[in-house]
């Protein structure tokens, strides 16, 4: 049974918007800490975004100013909008339901969702 139920993958232009949606279990969403990660082909899976519970979310460099991580507690959701997209962001994105921290690396212990392929090319 797939506790993270992503959606909102898809083919987009450089420069244009996607928004992807990751819906996770009513019990544990309030407490938990989702975020996103990407993987693309040939390479390792790498941390994209983090809605952390309290603070200021979490961003990967390479998506500063660009992308977006918004929870919605009443509807067990998490969005990733992801703007201004470029090639090199082609990837299968994977949500994760809870991502924490040690305050020197980050670790997805919750339940991951299925993927969703995102292409960026013209």
């Known amino acids: 049974q797939v506790q993270m139920e992503e959606s909102g993958g898809g083919v987009v232009r450089p420069g244009g918007s996607r928004t992807l949606s990751c819906r996770g279990p009513?019990?544990?969403?309030?407490?938990?800490?989702p975020g996103w990660y990407r993987q693309a082909p040939g390479k390792q899976r790498e941390l994209v975004a983090v809605?952390?519970?309290?603070?200021?979310?979490f961003y990967a460099e390479f998506v500063q100013g660009r992308f977006s991580i918004s929870r919605d507690n009443s509807k067990n959701t998490v969005y990733l909008q992801m703007n201004n997209l470029k090639p090199e962001d082609t990837a299968v994105y994977y949500c994760?339901?809870?991502?924490?921290?040690?305050?020197?690396?980050?670790?997805?212990?919750?339940?991951w969702g299925q993927g969703s392929q995102v292409t960026v090319s013209a």
């Open positions: 994760n339901g809870d991502i924490w921290t040690n305050g020197e690396r980050w670790f997805a212990i919750g339940d």
């Open positions: 009513e019990t544990t969403f309030g407490m938990s800490a």
């Open positions: 809605a952390t519970r309290v603070g200021d979310p």
